[in-house]
């Protein structure tokens, strides 16, 4: 797998906004992997479809505590990579740890994934049924008078 980010904020009361990726390389979608999610420590902003934030509103605001986080996703084996953008809260040192830590703990969960499903070990097998001998002693008699009558009729037509 490869998780790529990067943190881009304009200058100014406007909000970071992170983009990232998730690939999965051809071996690890061999594996038939589902999509993996987890809920990150990235804050995830009130009215996060405004770009911007003013001084002492939202994240800006006295006494603020982050209530909602992101979910960040891997995609699945039949999934294509993809882009997403999270916008970030306002922070006046442009300091994201978490990022980086959310990231490392998606991976580890991916890993982990990937682990249950290389443990899944492929199998070809073959088999066949035939009929019991008990079976064969219960048909005998049968068989064997059905063909002396076949026989017996086929030398009286000759």
Known sequence: MIIEWK???KRGYFRPALHYSVRL??????LAL???SIVSDIPQPEEDRQDYCYPGLFERAAGYTPTRFYTLEAPSHKGH??????ILPWRAANEYPEVEQSFQRLRDVLEAEIEKADNSQPMNENG?????AAAKVMLAPNLLAERLLR???NAQAS
């Open 7 to 9: 943190i881009t904020k």
């Open 34 to 36: 589902p999509i993996v």
């Open 151 to 153: 026989l017996a009729s």
């Open 128 to 132: 066949s049924v035939q009929t019991s």
């Open 25 to 30: 390389e051809d071996h690890e979608k061999a």
């Open 81 to 86: 990579s993809w882009t997403r953008c999270l």
